[in-house]
DNA sequence: GATGAATGAGCTTTCATTCAT
DNA sequence: CATGAATGAAAGCTCATTCAT
C-alpha cells in the first residue's frame, strides 16, 4: 500500500478481537512489541505488517485477526506509548502538590519530560513525526499538551499575570527543546544533562521576571 | 542555491545531467517547484513521481532524465529550502554584525526564526519531519544549526561564560519553539506572535541572569 | 429433506459426521439456518464460513465437524432450498391428477411456480445464478425440471401431438418467465400478477393452437 | 479480495488513461480479450487480474495502467457485450420497420434474441449471472431491455390493447427462455432450434388470441 | 464433541524505475 | 534529448481450513 493514511475501518469489522485467554495476550503482546520495535528500528518506511507478523512470531492472518488494518496497529502502539507518557507526567505532577517554589515547578516539569524522551527514543522520534496517526491519537496528545500547559499555569497563577501564556511558553519550550536533545539528535550534543540544567536555569529566569514584573 | 549535489545512489549510476541550456533549466526548476508544491500539499505519502512529472508538465522520462532517483529529487528540494534558510539566517546575522546589545541579538534570531518557519510552512513541516532525508542533507542542516550557535555564541563571549552553552540553549529553544508554534501548530493557538514575544523575555531573561552571574 | 449427501472433496477425507442426536440435530439446523440467510442477504460474496459459524452461534470448529468444507455447506443449503421446490411441484402436480382441463394444468404449473419463486426470493436469487454448486446438485435441479416437464408432457398427451415440445416450452417459459418477474426484477416490475395471469393467457393460447393443429 | 462488490474508484484515479497510441490500443484490448476469455472459462471466481494480466500478455502494471480496478475491468467487458447486444436488437429492429405483420415481429424479435445469446454464451452466462456489475452497466442493461418492450409496443398498438403487458410479456418470454436454452443449458436440450420455432408459435398463438379478443 | 486461535496461500493494487521509439 | 508505455517487486489484507486444548 505505501505510506498513505490508512481509510478508516470497514464497517462491520471494527471489532477487534478482544483477547480473552492467555495464548491471545501473548499473540497480542508480541504483535504489538514487534511493531513498536520495527518502528524504532527501520522507521514507517520498514513498518510492514508481514514482516512484524514475521518478528512476532505470528503469521500474518493472526495479526489482522486482532488488528484490522495497518492503521489500528500503529494507532496501539502509539496509544500505549502515549499512555507511558500520561503516567510519567501525572506522577510528576503529583510530585509537586503543595510545592509553591518554582524551582521545584521547573525541576519536576523539565525532569518529567526527560524521562518521558529517554524512555525508548526512536520509537519515540518515530511515531512523534514520521508516523501518520490517526485523529483520536493526535487529539489524545493535544489533550495531554494542554492538560500540562493548565496544571503549570494553575501553579503559576499566584505568581505571574496571565498565567496561561508563560505556562505555554514553559511547557512547549522545555517538551520541543528536550525532545530536539533527547530524541532528534544525532550523537552530535556532548552532555544532554549539562543542557538540561540550563534549560531549568532560563526557565527559572523567565518566572524570576514575570514575576518582578507581576509586582512592580 | 543548490548546485547539483546529487548523489548516485546505486554505484556506477550516471551523474545526473547538468542542465546548462535554457530549456533544461526550465525543465529542472518546473520539476523542483512541482515536487515542492505536492510535497507541501499532500505531503510525503503523496510525493509520486509519476504525479509530481504530470504537475510540471514533463513525461516521467524527462524527471528520471535530471534526478536519477527519488530521492536525488527530495534532496534537491530540500537544498534549496535549506538555501533560503541558510540566507535568511545570514542576512539576520550581517544585519546585527557591530550591536553588543541582547537586545539586538534576540530580536534578530527570534525574528529570523520566524520569518524562516513562515516561509511554506507545509513544506517544511513536511521536510523536517515526515520526510527521509539523505545524510548530506540532514548533515547541511547541523551544519546550518551549528553555524547559527557558533555566531549567536561570538557574539555572547564577552558578555557570559559558556557563551557555547547559552548560545545553543537560545538558538535550540528559538528554533524548535518556534517551529512548534508557526509549523506543527494545527490552528490551536490563538496568538503566535504574542509567544514570540514571550520567548523574546525569556531569552532575554535568561542572558540577564547569566551576565550578572558573569560578573558576580 | 437432505439426508446427507455431502460428497468428500478431498478423498481420502472423513464422511461428515450424520448428526443422530439432538444436539447435533439442532447444531446443523442452526448452522443451515444461518448460512442460508447469510446468503439471502449479502449473496455469495458474503458467504463467509466464520461469519456463518458466528451467526449461528456455533465455534468454527463445529462448523467444520458437520460440514468438511464451504462446497458442501451451500450444496447442503441448495439441496434444502431444491427440497422444497419439489413438495410444492410434487403437490401442484397431484392436485391436479384426473383432470383433464388444460386451464387446470396451466393454472397449476403457473400458480406452483409463483409460490416456489416468493417464497425466500433473495435466496432463490443467490442459488439460482451465483453461487457455483455442485454437479450433483445441478443434476437435482435438472431432474426435477425433466420431471415436471414429463409430468405435463403425460397430461398434454391426449390432446397434443409432440408432446414433449410442447411441456419442454411450457415449463421452461412458465419457470423462467416467472423467475424473471418475481426473483431478478429489482422493483421495476408494476405488478407481477397482473403479468402472471397474462402468461397463463399465452399458454393457454398455445395449447389451443397445438390442439387444433393436432386435430386438422 | 476475493468476491466482494468492487469498492468505487477513488478520486483522482478514475481517469482512465486513454490509450492514444497504436501500441496502447493494442494492450487494452489484449487485456480486455483476456479478461473475457478468463472469464468465459473459468467464470468469476478464476477472474483474477494477475491471471488475466498473464494471459494477456502483459505485466500487472499495464493492466492497472488502464483500468483503475478490478471492477473498471469487467465493466469494460460488460459494456463491450452490452454494445454487441444493442447493436443487435437495433439492426433487428430496423429490419422490421415499416411491416405490420406480427409474423414479421416475432421472427426478428426471437431471431434477433437468438443470435445475441449465441454470441460468446460462455461469457454471456458469466456477465448475466456470477458478476456483480456496477450499477451503471445494470441501468444500461435495464434500459435496453426496455427500449425493446417500447419498441415492440409500438408495433403492437395497432393489434392489441394493452400493447405494453403484450410487449413485455413477450420480450420477457423470449429472453428468458431463450437465455435458458442457448445459454444456460448444459447439453441436454436436443435441439434448441426446434424450440426456438416452437417459441414463436406460442407467441404467434397469444398474439392471434389477443389481437381477437381486441377485436371481438 | 466443542472450541477458537492460528495459519498462509492467494488476491488486489501501487509506484519507482526502465527503455524502445 | 524527450516521451510515456511498460514493468514487476512489494505491500496490505481476506478467509477457508486446521488442530492443540
Not at 507518557?85 to 518554582?102: R, W
Not at 536533545?181 to 538540561?196: I, K, N, Q, S, Y
Amino acid at each position: 500500500m505505501g505510506d498513505a493514511r490508512l481509510p478508516d475501518t470497514k464497517p462491520g469489522k471494527a471489532i477487534v478481537r478482544k483477547p480473552k485467554q492467555g495464548r491471545s495476550k501473548a499473540t497480542v503482546a508480541a504483535i504489538l512489541e514487534a511493531g513498536a520495535r520495527i518502528l524504532a528500528e527501520r522507521g514507517w518506511a520498514g513498518f510492514n505488517t508481514n514482516v512484524i507478523a514475521e518478528r512476532a512470531g505470528v503469521s500474518i492472518g493472526s495479526l489482522y485477526e486482532y488488528f484490522p488494518n495497518k492503521q489500528a496497529l500503529i494507532d496501539e502502539i502509539a496509544s500505549n506509548h502515549i499512555a507511558q507518557g500520561e503516567a510519567l507526567l501525572l506522577s510528576a505532577a503529583t510530585g509537586m502538590i503543595g510545592s509553591d517554589d518554582p524551582g521545584v515547578l521547573v525541576d519536576a516539569l523539565v525532569q518529567g519530560l526527560v524521562d518521558l524522551h529517554r524512555d525508548d527514543p526512536r520509537l519515540h522520534r518515530a511515531l512523534s513525526s514520521e508516523v501518520p496517526l490517526s485523529p483520536d491519537i493526535r487529539a489524545r496528545v493535544e489533550t495531554l499538551r494542554q492538560g500540562a500547559i493548565a496544571f503549570v499555569g494553575q501553579a503559576l497563577a499566584p505568581h505571574v499575570d496571565t498565567p496561561g501564556v508563560a505556562a505555554q511558553l514553559l511547557v512547549d519550550t522545555a517538551d520541543t527543546v528536550v525532545h530536539r536533545w533527547f530524541v532528534e539528535d544525532d550523537g552530535t550534543l556532548a552532555r544532554p544533562e549539562r543542557m538540561a540544567e540550563e534549560l531549568r536555569r532560563m526557565l527559572l529566569a523567565y518566572l524570576a521576571v514575570r514575576s518582578r514584573a507581576s509586582r512592580s
